[in-house]
């Protein structure tokens, strides 16, 4: 398996990166994930990628997933506008189940897609006929941020679940990528940092925003031996020092700080308080 994103559904706590040009699709593009949703028929329309931030009508674009299980696009020409096409039908995807999920956007024509579960091969396959826009036949060149699971800063349609990738290509034929972040690529000090760049030539910052990111590395860590595998930057300790072995099999005691002789051996004991999780198989 592969490492995955796991983000909680909770405010503030999801990936972003600031406006830049190449954001500005315009009116030819094609955005693209590969989730697992905790639910598939959510009980609020759910975000994927994209950019719309209502404060200011910085509306543009976004990729969602809606209650009913359609595939949705949603966006504007302006800013202010804010319509929606969905698939014609649900995806039935079973709940925790991961998938590669599109749309592209020809001109006020979308188009959706269903690409698979092979994460490093999708195969895409437009899911259901195309659908027009109202109005829109290009989309706001929006300042707002671009988004990962939530959409308006962080604050609505908030996705619970693991994300392991999400792109945005800026033709129909995918062959230009302007935003390519590979949540697979992940390592522990990208965690520890808060910020990673992702893979396009435009080499945006991703930030992971919010103050509970944990690192899981799940080959290593056993039953016992899984708090030695968490990190997190608030390096608290628990009280009360329960023995856990470590993989030398010595007995160790958690401490509160450096206090009292605590050693990098000791585990770490993490207060649950909505933490999102990357995980490492």
């Known amino acids: 398996m592969a490492k995955y994103l796991h983000i909680p559904g909770v405010s503030g706590q999801a990936p972003s990166a600031p406006d830049i040009a190449a954001y500005n699709l315009n009116d030819t593009f094609f955005l693209a994930a590969y989730v697992a949703l905790d639910d598939w028929t959510p009980s609020t329309a759910t975000a994927i990628i994209g950019q719309f931030v209502s404060s200011g009508n910085q509306r543009a674009y976004m990729l969602k997933i809606n209650t009913t299980g359609t595939i949705q696009f949603r966006g504007g020409n302006n800013g202010t506008v804010n319509e929606a096409v969905d698939s014609d039908s649900a995806t039935s995807y079973v709940d925790g189940t991961a998938h590669w999920i599109g749309c592209n956007f020809n001109g006020g024509v979308v188009q959706f897609f269903e690409g698979g579960t092979d994460l490093g091969n999708p195969s895409w396959v437009q899911f259901g006929t195309d659908e027009t826009m ?7 060149d929006s300042t707002g941020t671009l988004e990962i699971g939530t959409q308006d800063v962080g604050t609505n349609a908030l996705l619970g679940g ?3 990738r999400a792109i945005m290509y800026s033709d129909l034929l995918r062959t230009t990528t302007v935003f390519d972040a590979d949540f697979t690529k992940l390592s522990k000090a990208d965690v ?4 990673f760049t992702e893979s396009s030539s435009n080499a945006a910052t991703v930030t992971l925003n919010g103050d509970e990111w944990t690192y899981v590395d799940t080959v290593t860590a056993g039953v016992l031996g899984r708090a030695e595998a968490l990190y997190q930057a608030s390096d608290l300790y ?6 856990w072995p470590d993989r030398s099999g010595n007995d160790h005691h958690a401490q509160h700080g450096s206090a009292g002789g605590a050693d990098t051996n000791d585990p770490k004991f993490l207060p649950y308080s909505g933490t999102q ?4 198989t």
């Open 134 to 140: 109202a109005t829109a036949t290009s989309c706001h």
């Open 162 to 164: 693991q994300v392991y």
């Open 192 to 195: 520890e940092a808060g910020t």
């Open 238 to 243: 628990a009280e009360g020092s329960p023995k």
């Open 277 to 280: 999780y990357l995980y490492t």
